[in-house]
């Protein structure tokens, strides 16, 4: 990145911050929390980028980690009085902990397999939890209602105040930034070129020196432990859980995001988010009989327009536009997926 | 007529302007409402595992058009927005919030689903608009106290049981029991009704109770050791696939007890036939709507009337599944409701027209009726018994309850 692009770049983000600390001002209520779930499902499509996009693992089963960081923070409030904001470290670290041990057996699993075995794993998890032994802390089948966290400050803004739901926008949008940034940090060093190289060539990537049942164990810890706080901030924000909310369909939903929004992209994961968010709803408004039909043929003519996801298209167009910036010297190596790198 | 009307509203208005008082208040709104329409909002899975139940949100989708066709209810039409949650609470959260903040609808009706209901309680009650008429049975969605805007329709499944228990000691007096019930809500209020039922005898008359998970790949062993406890009735509080399973194991195992199965896994083709219809002869269960099934009915008015609907209103829908049935006999009772809010149609008056009402449904069993009062938010608690003669369900008896 030149000195130029960086601070485009940093203008860039100073004023998507300053729309979105203003936005939940503007819209209803009921938009702010669709907004609060689309940072959400960001936050946990970004997570299952770091593990497929970048490193190569395919993953159908982190809706069993966005699964385990909701009700590790639903538990935590409810039956033990933590303050919500505590709850996120902690299912972070928890999920941390359970992909680094999901991400041993990986080793010996490659592609397809890894994919079956991460589903079983969303498979098994809302059954798990339905279990007679943990029941006193998740409620079994009933879940666990939570209550939304008042603001601890009020200020009015365009006329409107700050209330429940807008908070926990900002919040959601602050650990969002948060969780960007680390994310970028992480991947745009030694350690992305290294998952990088494991994506595209292990054999080499071994021979360069890279440690790889320890990298890609990482990865997954780190992975998983991004959609557990994904987890908890939604659990918090819907502000309820139970087994039934963790379907095999979110899993899926958050490959389907993943895809949408670019592999490999870390922007890309908002698109994903906003596609995971909206398109079941507007599905939904064009037909009730068939939503998920109207479903597939939007993802399967959006995977016509953007092969590469949203980012891909951006990147695309960018570069028509500006010649100059395709003939970057420099190409940044994580910012090519396999598939169009030469 | 609508002269008429004009002029009244024009003296109405005439009055309100001399006197200084709003004379029109007679007519009170909150948002849903208007002098045109109505706004009702409904949650179910259209979509996901249950969409089998889907139909029913559809069937009250056709009756309300029947009902505009037909005038509207007090002049204002019926508008009805459905939609679809896949069976998914937090779902359901984001469609209720859509329902009351974006559509503003003046009550949410029939939102399917236990974990869903739970989901959204405290949020309508919150926001004090009316979560009407849920679709399940679990006992804790009649609780005026802590949710009073929250109100159940179907048997609550406690209600079931303690007809169960009644009709046990009206027959059986000495029996020892044995129960065998699904570990979650749905099991655990089937349990406390049975026991509130047999009163002090509950003790002394049950001898054995054993639990499944729904993840359990068979309940032999349950049942080997329902029978080693010598009981001679068996309260079966199992959903379809375990039903099934365990009518074929007692017979298996020769044990014949007085069978009494939750009114949840009735289904002929998907566990009468399945458990070998010459086993289930005999099993008892309860009913509160007419099946469409049951040649009894055929030249029954209200029968005639719901088949006439279907063939008009809904047609494609199946004419043999209870679901239909179900969704027209809510449909009727928010109706009501409906017309007993008169032109008061807030979200407070909603409710309180629901907890007063006595009334009688076409499709619901003869003496089976809708009664609700303000401590009471069980609409329908009584049933009858049917008796299983190896091909269909066969009503016999009194109706029980209340």
Same mark, same amino acid.
């Given at each position: 990145?030149?000195?130029?692009?960086?601070?485009?770049?940093?203008?860039?983000?100073?004023?998507?911050?300053?729309?979105?600390?203003?936005?939940?001002?503007?819209?209803?209520?009921?938009?702010?929390?669709?907004?609060?779930?689309?940072?959400?499902?960001?936050?946990?499509?970004?997570?299952?980028?770091?593990?497929?996009?970048?490193?190569?693992?395919?993953?159908?089963?982190?809706?069993?980690?966005?699964?385990?960081?909701?009700?590790?923070?639903?538990?935590?409030?409810?039956?033990?009085?933590?303050?919500?904001?505590?709850?996120?470290?902690?299912?972070?670290?928890?999920?941390?902990?359970?992909?680094?041990?999901?991400?041993?057996?990986?080793?010996?699993?490659?592609?397809?397999?890894?994919?079956?075995?991460?589903?079983?794993?969303?498979?098994?998890?809302?059954?798990?939890?339905?279990?007679?032994?943990?029941?006193?802390?998740?409620?079994?089948?009933?879940?666990?209602?939570?209550?939304?966290?008042?603001?601890?400050?009020?200020?009015?803004?365009?006329?409107?105040?700050?209330?429940?739901?807008?908070?926990?926008?900002?919040?959601?949008?602050?650990?969002?930034?948060? *969780?960007?940034?680390?994310?970028?940090?992480?991947?745009?060093?030694?350690?992305?070129?290294?998952?990088?190289?494991?994506?595209?060539?292990?054999?080499?990537?071994?021979? *360069?020196?890279?440690?790889?049942?320890?990298?890609?164990?990482?990865?997954?810890?780190?992975?998983?432990?991004?959609?557990?706080?994904?987890?908890?901030?939604?659990?918090?924000?819907?502000?309820?859980?139970?087994?039934?909310?963790?379907?095999?369909?979110?899993?899926?939903?958050?490959?389907?995001?993943?895809?949408?929004?670019?592999?490999?992209?870390?922007?890309?994961?908002?698109?994903?988010?906003?596609?995971?968010?909206?398109?079941?709803?507007?599905?939904?408004?064009?037909?009730?009989?068939?939503?998920?039909?109207?479903?597939?043929?939007?993802?399967?003519?959006?995977?016509?327009?953007?092969?590469?996801?949203?980012?891909?298209?951006?990147?695309?167009?960018?570069?028509?536009?500006?010649?100059?910036?395709?003939?970057?010297?420099?190409?940044?190596?994580?910012?090519?997926?396999?598939?169009?790198?030469? | 007529?609508?002269?008429? @009307?004009?002029? +009244?509203?024009?003296?109405?208005?005439?009055?309100?302007?001399?006197?200084?008082?709003?004379?029109?208040?007679?007519?009170?709104?909150?948002?849903?409402?208007?002098?045109?329409?109505?706004?009702?909002?409904?949650?179910?899975?259209?979509?996901?595992?249950?969409?089998?139940?889907?139909?029913?949100?559809?069937?009250?989708?056709?009756?309300?058009?029947?009902? !505009?066709?037909?005038?509207?209810?007090?002049?204002?039409?019926?508008?009805?927005?459905?939609?679809?949650?896949?069976?998914?609470?937090?779902?359901?959260?984001?469609?209720?919030?859509?329902?009351?903040?974006?559509? #503003?609808?003046?009550?949410?009706?029939?939102?399917?689903?236990?974990?869903?209901?739970?989901?959204?309680?405290?949020?309508?009650? #919150?926001?004090?608009?009316?979560? =009407?008429?849920?679709?399940?049975?679990?006992?804790?969605?009649?609780?005026?106290?802590?949710?009073?805007?929250?109100?159940? %329709?179907?048997?609550?499944?406690?209600?079931?049981?303690?007809?169960?228990?009644?009709?046990?000691? #009206?027959?059986?007096?000495?029996? @020892?029991?044995?129960?065998?019930?699904?570990?979650?809500?749905?099991?655990?209020?089937?349990?406390?009704?049975?026991?509130?039922?047999?009163?002090?005898?509950?003790?002394?008359?049950?001898?054995?109770?054993?639990?499944?998970?729904?993840?359990?790949?068979?309940?032999?062993?349950?049942?080997?050791?329902?029978?080693?406890?010598?009981?001679?009735?068996?309260?079966?509080?199992?959903?379809?696939?375990?039903?099934?399973?365990?009518?074929?194991?007692?017979?298996?195992?020769? %044990?014949?007890?007085?069978?009494?199965?939750?009114?949840?896994?009735?289904?002929?083709?998907?566990?009468? +036939?399945?458990?070998?219809?010459?086993?289930?002869?005999?099993?008892?269960?309860?009913?509160?709507?007419?099946?469409?099934?049951?040649?009894? %009915?055929?030249?029954?008015?209200?029968? @005639?009337?719901?088949?006439?609907?279907?063939?008009?209103?809904?047609?494609?829908?199946?004419? +043999?599944?209870?679901?239909?049935?179900?969704?027209?006999?809510?449909?009727?009772?928010?109706?009501?409701?409906?017309?007993?809010?008169?032109? !008061?149609? +807030?979200?407070?008056?909603?409710?309180?027209?629901?907890?007063?009402?006595?009334?009688? =449904?076409?499709?619901?069993?003869?003496?089976?009726?809708?009664?609700?009062?303000?401590?009471?938010?069980?609409?329908? #608690?009584?049933?009858?018994?049917?008796?299983?003669?190896? @091909?269909?369900?066969?009503?016999?008896?009194?109706?029980?309850?209340?």
């Amino acid at each position: 990145m030149t000195a130029r692009q960086r601070r485009i770049a940093w203008l860039l983000g100073a004023l998507l911050l300053a729309a979105a600390v203003v936005l939940p001002f503007m819209v209803k209520n009921y938009r702010v929390f669709q907004f609060n779930l689309v940072l959400v499902y960001a936050i946990a499509i970004l997570g299952l980028n770091i593990l497929t996009g970048f490193n190569g693992q395919i993953s159908l089963g982190h809706g069993a980690f966005f699964a385990i960081g909701g009700y590790a923070a639903a538990v935590m409030m409810d039956r033990f009085g933590v303050p919500y904001w505590a709850t996120l470290p902690v299912a972070g670290v928890l999920c941390f902990g359970l992909g680094f041990l999901m991400g041993f057996p990986a080793l010996r699993l490659g592609g397809h397999y890894l994919a079956l075995a991460t589903y079983a794993l969303a498979l098994a998890v809302p059954q798990l939890l339905k279990w007679k032994l943990i029941e006193p802390w998740t409620g079994g089948v009933q879940g666990i209602v939570l209550s939304k966290p008042e603001p601890p400050f009020t200020f009015r803004l365009l006329g409107q105040p700050l209330n429940a739901d807008r908070w926990l926008f900002l919040f959601t949008c602050a650990v969002a930034v948060l *969780m960007f940034v680390l994310a970028h940090n992480l991947l745009r060093g030694r350690i992305g070129r290294a998952l990088v190289a494991i994506r595209d060539h292990p054999i080499a990537a071994t021979a *360069m020196g890279i440690n790889l049942p320890i990298v890609k164990s990482t990865t997954f810890g780190v992975s998983a432990a991004y959609t557990g706080v994904a987890g908890a901030l939604g659990a918090i924000s819907v502000a309820f859980v139970a087994p039934d909310s963790f379907s095999v369909l979110l899993s899926i939903s958050l490959l389907v995001g993943l895809v949408v929004g670019g592999l490999a992209s870390i922007p890309g994961a908002i698109f994903g988010a906003l596609f995971v968010q909206f398109v079941p709803n507007v599905a939904n408004d064009l037909s009730k009989s068939a939503p998920w039909a109207i479903y597939g043929v939007l993802l399967i003519g959006l995977m016509y327009l953007m092969p590469t996801g949203a980012m891909g298209l951006l990147r695309m167009t960018w570069a028509r536009w500006r010649p100059a910036a395709a003939l970057d010297p420099k190409p940044d190596p994580a910012l090519t997926t396999r598939r169009h790198s030469t | 007529m609508k002269l008429t @009307k004009a002029w +009244t509203l024009l003296a109405l208005g005439l009055a309100g302007a001399v006197f200084g008082t709003a004379a029109i208040a007679q007519k009170k709104y909150d948002p849903g409402a208007d002098d045109k329409e109505i706004k009702i909002g409904q949650i179910g899975p259209y979509s996901g595992p249950a969409s089998a139940y889907g139909t029913i949100g559809k069937t009250i989708g056709a009756y309300f058009d029947k009902v !505009n066709a037909e005038g509207g209810i007090n002049g204002r039409k019926l508008k009805y927005l459905p939609l679809d949650d896949g069976y998914n609470p937090a779902k359901t959260v984001e469609m209720a919030r859509k329902l009351v903040e974006e559509e #503003e609808v003046l009550l949410v009706f029939n939102p399917l689903g236990t974990a869903t209901n739970t989901a959204i309680r405290k949020y309508m009650n #919150e926001k004090k608009v009316p979560q =009407l008429f849920t679709a399940t049975g679990a006992t804790k969605f009649g609780d005026p106290k802590n949710f009073p805007y929250t109100m159940g %329709w179907q048997p609550p499944y406690a209600a079931e049981a303690r007809i169960y228990a009644q009709h046990l000691l #009206e027959t059986q007096p000495g029996a @020892k029991v044995a129960v065998l019930y699904q570990n979650d809500d749905f099991g655990k209020d089937y349990v406390q009704g049975f026991e509130e039922g047999l009163g002090d005898k509950a003790k002394a008359m049950i001898v054995s109770k054993v639990t499944y998970e729904v993840t359990d790949p068979t309940i032999d062993s349950q049942m080997l050791s329902l029978k080693a406890s010598g009981a001679t009735a068996f309260l079966d509080i199992t959903t379809p696939k375990f039903a099934a399973m365990a009518i074929k194991k007692a017979a298996e195992i020769g %044990w014949k007890p007085i069978h009494y199965l939750t009114n949840v896994s009735v289904s002929v083709s998907s566990v009468m +036939t399945p458990a070998g219809l010459q086993n289930g002869v005999g099993l008892l269960t309860a009913a509160y709507v007419k099946d469409p099934t049951d040649p009894q %009915w055929q030249q029954d008015a209200g029968m @005639k009337d719901w088949l006439a609907f279907m063939a008009k209103y809904n047609a494609g829908a199946s004419v +043999t599944d209870n679901s239909n049935v179900y969704g027209y006999s809510a449909a009727q009772t928010m109706v009501q409701v409906l017309k007993q809010c008169g032109d !008061n149609l +807030t979200h407070d008056n909603v409710m309180k027209q629901a907890a007063n009402l006595d009334l009688t =449904l076409p499709m619901l069993l003869p003496g089976v009726n809708v009664k609700t009062g303000p401590d009471d938010f069980y609409p329908i #608690e009584r049933e009858q018994l049917a008796k299983f003669d190896g @091909k269909t369900w066969v009503l016999f008896g009194k109706v029980y309850g209340r």
